[in-house]
């Protein structure tokens, strides 16, 4: 089972990793005004979901619920774990709305400032940390 811990912890942090990446692509893209850079960011961000964003997303997933399953009556019954996985939910969601806005600006159909992306950027901020500390402390 450290075998699939560890490679949990490996995909996470490779889908954070594109989590904190792809909204700053859509900041600097939202910003760009000449074809060269708009056409270059697209491809950006088409490789960045499809090559590592979505792959990595897949393997935390499988291996998350792969270690729940192995230990789920114990899983279930800490407040802890529903919260987190919680958290987890609304990340996907956020996950899912990024790849949204991948075929947005891929359709040249952004209306968003970079503004508004530059706040969407520290929200999966907020959610790793109070994952790490659900997972680490377990306050309750």
């Known amino acids: 089972m450290l075998w699939v811990k560890a490679f949990h912890i490996i995909s996470v942090i490779t889908w954070f990793a594109a989590l904190f990446y792809l909204p700053r692509l859509f900041v600097y893209h939202a910003m760009s005004a000449d074809k060269i850079s708009i056409e270059r ?38 407040n802890w774990m529903q919260t987190k ?33 530059r706040w969407l950027n520290e929200a999966p901020v907020l959610i790793l940390v109070a994952i790490v500390i659900l997972v680490v402390v377990k306050p309750f």
């Open 41 to 78: 960011f697209k491809i950006m961000q088409r490789k960045l979901y499809r090559g590592i964003m979505l792959p990595s997303f897949v393997a935390t997933i499988v291996f998350g619920l792969w270690m729940f399953f192995d230990n789920w009556q114990y899983y279930l019954s800490q």
């Open 85 to 117: 996985l919680a958290l987890v939910f609304v990340l996907i969601c956020y996950h899912f709305y990024c790849a949204h806005l991948v075929r947005v600006f891929a359709a040249d159909k952004n209306t968003r400032s970079h503004k508004f992306y």
